[in-house]
Nanobody, 121 residues
Framework: QVQLVESGGGLVQPGGSLRLSCAAS????????MSWYRQAPGKERELVAT????????RYADSMKGRFTISRDNAKNTAYLQMNSLKPEDTAVYYC??????????????WGQGTQVTVSS
């Protein structure tokens, strides 16, 4: 059974930091690209960051560059999102995503249940 379980969310003051974790099971984690998305109330889900299967590269949404860092530990089947210098506009539910494109017509796409991040004084 495929599972992605996020943790590490919570309430933090502006300027603070949080580290989110995404523990994966039920699939070959090392083959999948891992991403973090977020969705704020009344807004569409947006991509935060993506890291490829071998962690050789990562990309970020422009508003997160320099503040957020995505990483992964394939030995632990876990992806992380380190968030620094948090702002109130970073408040959202953060979702972990695993994606593997097997062919032009077949891909695997899994989602976690989300973890709430609230940035407020």
């Amino acid at each position: 059974q495929v599972q992605l379980v996020e943790s590490g969310g919570g309430l933090v003051q502006p300027g603070g930091s949080l580290r989110l974790s995404c523990a994966a099971s039920g699939f070959t984690f090392s083959r999948f690209a891992m991403s973090w998305y977020r969705q704020a109330p009344g807004k569409e889900r947006e991509l935060v960051a993506t890291i490829r299967s071998a962690a050789e590269s990562a990309r970020y949404a422009d508003s997160m560059k320099g503040r957020f860092t995505i990483s992964r530990d394939n030995a632990k089947n876990t992806a992380y999102l380190q968030m620094n210098s948090l702002k109130p506009e970073d408040t959202a539910v953060y979702y972990c995503n695993a994606n593997f494109v097997a062919s032009l017509i077949k891909q695997y796409d899994y989602w976690g249940q989300g973890t709430q991040v609230t940035v407020s004084s």
